[in-house]
């Protein structure tokens, strides 16, 4: 599709209604505020694939290389039976054509960067005078892309920190961590581009995830390289069919053939409560337990169903001892392991659990300080994230917004803002040209400065005039995001 058919009906006009000798607008994309408890910092993340996917591949695809009189006529009929007969026209769209680049700077804080709420993440303005009515017609394409990566992209870090607090607290292996938040969301997101964003926004964080395509796109437009480089990774795991399949009576045959037939070594993960969860923890493991410790790598139990805090460790008021001990206990009584340095319970390397049913981070946390509790280290249990976390958002989780502050009319500068009087602060925008200061480890907004004093902050140009001149790298990012 022609990109700049991809905006709002509204936008279309607004060449029109700037004021007359208007020649430059300047916006920026700010994080203005925050739903989630305790979270006051955004990761950047997404601009780099919005400016590859949108303003240098469609663009050329599906605009520059078309041929000018194709792309006119499709511009004009659709705005035409849209809106009727107008005077919008489609000179400017012509000249856009006839240049061959969009004619904009786009200057931006280090993606993987964590970025307090209302201080801009990237700014954007027009180069020509002539195209000054890009920058904000840009904004509903901008905003579609990048909140939902950002979004993502923090909340996978939320429970980063969580999981490495509770791995430092109780466990000799926290590097586990990278593998101990698993990304299921793919089927639950709105879309596929929605779900590969998404994912992508998680492997900042962590290297585990069944969306296989989210690679692809990190080695597209992230310079990742999979043969050189983790960029994800997964396991054989079974689904409820497969149990079902091989039917309720037998179901310790079906675990027996899996563990000793299909995969006789390596990691398996193996859904376990397909019909009843105790009776495969109490009876079907112990006996197997010579099978399972006898294996060269790792049988992950995984509970499916219920309430996911208490089926691992333990419901006090469950209806029998099983229930009250939950699936980590269960599984240390069958196999043991080790206790560590420092002093907590890690279950026996062959065996494991992972439970990817309506995490949050409330639940994850939950689950952490009920296991340490009890004595067990955090890392014995991995937590599957899916689209219940990463899916219940939207743009205003952040309130995001891209917000022109700036234009040029006939030559003079003007300083433009929002304040309504009806807004409770939220909407209420910076004024004029903006700097962004890094000052004791805090990034800090100062608007209102000169052009002299806009280029001496920590935004850098990453794209001028249709060149992209920052090109990150996924382990840079990953690195960024540690800081």
């Given amino acids: 599709m022609n990109p700049l058919l991809l905006t ?23 994080p203005r505020s925050s739903r989630m408890d305790n979270v006051d910092e955004v990761v950047l993340f997404g601009l780099q694939y919005f400016l590859k996917k949108y303003i ?54 280090p993606e993987g960067t964590s970025v307090p709420l209302k201080v801009p993440m990237f700014t954007m303005y027009n180069t020509l005078p002539e195209f000054f009515w890009l920058t904000n017609y840009f904004e509903t394409l901008v905003s579609a892309v990048v909140w939902l990566p950002c979004t993502s992209a923090t909340i996978a870090k939320q429970y980063r920190r969580i999981l490495d607090k509770f791995a430092i607290e109780t466990s000799s292996i926290p590097e586990f961590v990278d ?4 990304d299921f969301s793919m089927r639950g997101m709105a879309g596929i581009e929605a779900s590969l964003i998404s ?3 998680h492997l900042l964080s962590f290297n585990g995830t069944d969306t296989i395509p989210a690679i692809s796109l990190l080695e597209k437009y992230y310079n990742a390289d ?59 493991l112990p006996e197997l337990k010579e099978e399972v410790l006898s294996r060269e790598g790792k049988v992950v139990i995984r509970p499916d169903s219920g309430d996911p805090v208490d089926i691992i460790c ?41 439970y990817g049913d309506s995490i949050t981070i409330a639940r994850a946390t939950q689950i952490c300080e009920r296991l340490k509790e009890k004595g067990f ?36 500068g003007r300083a433009i803002f929002k304040d309504p009087i009806t807004d409770d602060g939220l909407k209420k925008s910076a004024k004029g040209l903006i700097k962004v200061e890094h000052e004791n480890g805090v990034y800090r907004l100062i608007d209102q400065v000169t052009w002299e004093q806009e280029g001496q902050g ?6 001028r005039d249709g060149k992209l001149l920052i090109d990150w790298t996924l382990a840079e990012i990953r690195q960024q995001m540690k800081k």
């Fill in 458 to 463: 920590e935004l850098r140009e990453v794209f």
């Fill in 179 to 182: 593998w101990q938040g698993h």
């Fill in 199 to 201: 994912a992508s926004g």
């Fill in 56 to 109: 240098l591949e469609d663009f050329e695809n599906y605009f520059f290389a078309q041929p000018k009189e194709k792309v006119i006529a499709e511009y004009s009929r659709r705005i035409n039976n849209y809106l009727g007969e107008n005077q919008i026209g489609t000179k400017h769209i012509e000249d856009l054509h006839d240049l061959g680049y969009i004619p904009m700077v786009i200057k931006s804080l």
């Fill in 377 to 412: 280290a955090s890392t014995n249990i991995v937590l599957g994230i899916g689209s219940y976390t990463y899916q219940y958002n939207t743009r205003d989780t952040f309130g995001f917004a891209m917000k022109a502050t700036y234009g040029e009319v006939n030559g003079e």
């Fill in 226 to 284: 999979s043969d050189l480089e983790l960029i994800a990774g997964s396991v054989p795991a079974t689904e409820h069919s497969v149990m079902s399949m091989g039917t309720s009576e037998n179901e310790i045959e079906t675990f027996r053939r899996l563990i000793c037939d299909v995969y006789p070594k390596g990691i398996v993960s193996i859904v376990s409560d397909t019909w009843d969860l105790w009776k495969v923890l109490s009876d079907y």
């Fill in 8 to 30: 709002d009906g509204y936008k279309v006009d607004h060449r029109r209604q700037y004021p007359d000798g208007t020649t430059l607008v300047y916006s920026n994309w700010t």
């Fill in 314 to 354: 333990g419901n006090p008021n469950g209806k029998n001892e099983k229930e009250k001990k939950g699936v980590i206990e269960l599984l240390w009584e069958t196999f043991g392991g080790t206790i560590n340095a420092k002093g907590f319970k890690e279950l026996d390397s062959h065996i494991g659990a992972i």
